[in-house]
């Protein structure tokens, strides 16, 4: 395999996770959304770093991470 093979490669890895992480994060907001408000701290919690955001609880980020898995695995 020559340089230029496997910069193609590359890319279209490259470009299959970004696409994977983006179909993920649409489909974790989907779910975040239709989730009843007793359950959301489940899955996101208020970020101390940002008093106007929010971040993941453990449990919200291996959510993602298998919502991201799944998506990469069938693309």
Excluded at 18 to 38: G, V
Excluded at 49 to 71: A, C, H, I, S
Aim: aromatic share 10%; proline share 4%; hydrophobic share 30%.
């Amino acid at each position: 395999m020559n340089k230029e093979q496997e910069q193609l490669i590359d890319t279209l890895i490259a470009r299959d996770s970004e696409r994977a992480y983006r179909i993920a994060d649409k489909l974790y907001w989907i779910f975040i959304e239709n989730t009843h408000p007793s359950y959301l701290n489940d899955f996101i919690e208020e970020d101390p770093n940002n008093p106007q955001g929010t971040r993941n609880t453990e449990r919200g980020k291996e959510l993602f991470d298998e919502l991201e898995e799944f998506v990469r695995c069938n693309l």
